[in-house]
């Protein structure tokens, strides 16, 4: 069974950066796609509550972002480590939330479609002030 963790979250100022990381173990970090999504502290963390942020495809070579955040974030993966990364650049307030990274199948759907179904960590949370 796949485990995931996410790291890297805190509280920065508009126009900072942020580096978060998710590692990944219980099975080989090749067989998956992943994913970061994020929602609002002030929701529920149900999976459907969750925005797509940005998808990367198991061997680093296919990337989508969400419009909002294109140009600001990057996403990429370090197979040997196994861990998926998200460079959170130009922060703005309206991106605060919990961030949360999702392992799936690598021949599952859509590269950015995850699911319930899937495995998904339990979030960290980034705050963005003014």
């Known amino acids: 069974q796949v485990q995931l963790a996410e790291s890297g979250g805190g509280s920065v100022q508009a126009g900072g950066s942020l580096l978060l990381s998710c590692s990944v173990s219980g099975r080989p970090f090749s067989e998956f796609a992943m994913g970061w999504f994020r929602h609002s502290p002030g929701n529920e963390s149900e999976v459907r509550n969750r925005d797509f942020v940005a998808a990367v495809n198991w061997d680093g070579t296919r990337t989508v972002y969400a419009d909002s955040v294109k140009g600001r974030f990057a996403i990429a993966r370090h197979n040997a480590r196994p861990t998926v990364y998200l460079q959170l650049n130009s922060l703005k307030p309206e991106d605060t939330a919990v961030y949360s990274c999702?392992?799936?199948?690598?021949?599952?759907?859509?590269?950015?479609?995850?699911?319930?179904?899937?495995?998904w960590g339990q979030g960290t949370l980034v705050t963005v002030s003014a």
């Open positions: 999702a392992a799936k199948d690598r021949s599952e759907g859509a590269l950015q479609e995850f699911n319930a179904l899937d495995t």
